[in-house]
């Protein structure tokens, strides 16, 4: 009796972790863009996937949990956002799900506007949070809060600036005449 209780206990508790293993919602196949140039992922089998970057540079690579991939031959690991649309390596790159170009611009997804930006030719920085709020960093390392205000445009209240963002996320035009880019 005690042996059934056992098992039947160890059975209802790994239930919720065979849930979790649930991967088909991150099914990462098709499309993607990083630096407007065009990346594919391919799913091969489960959760195991191709990735070939825009030199044509293909790697297997594999879903470690919900949300997180890695590419061993590439030395990196990624962390899927953006409602399964951006994923954030940990090279400090970003790669876009499209069909853009020459299809047309993409859908604006904030998320990738989060990371290293260059002003002058120094780094800055943006970072998004899930709410619609952001900080930036400046080259002086000074950091300011702000918030998305339209589908392409920041605010940053305490300087006074409006920054648009070009179709393709890759670049800001603030209000005080001064441009980020990636």
């Not at 540079?57 to 949990?65: E, S």
């Not at 409602?83 to 998320?111: E, H, K, L, M």
Request: with cysteine.
């Amino acid at each position: 009796m005690r042996l059934k209780l056992t098992l039947a206990f160890i059975t209802l508790a790994l239930l919720p972790f065979q849930k979790s293993l649930a991967f088909g919602r991150w099914d990462l196949s098709g499309q993607w863009f990083h630096d407007n140039q065009p990346v594919s992922i391919t799913r091969q089998f489960d959760r195991n996937y191709t990735f070939c970057n825009e030199q044509n540079d293909c790697a297997n690579g594999f879903m470690r949990f919900p949300g997180n991939i890695v590419v061993p031959q590439w030395q990196v690991s990624g962390s899927i956002q953006g409602g399964g649309n951006s994923i954030y390596w940990s090279n400090n790159t970003v790669w876009t799900r499209g069909n853009f170009p020459p299809f047309g611009p993409p859908a604006f997804d904030p998320f990738m506007l989060n990371g290293q930006w260059t002003h002058n030719g120094q780094s800055v920085f943006i970072t998004i949070y899930g709410n619609g709020q952001l900080t930036i960093t400046n080259e002086q390392q000074q950091t300011f809060s702000g918030y998305i205000s339209s589908s392409r445009m920041i605010y940053i209240p305490s300087l006074g600036l409006q920054g648009k963002i070009n179709h393709r996320a890759t670049k800001i035009h603030w209000s005080n005449n001064t441009v980020w880019a990636r």
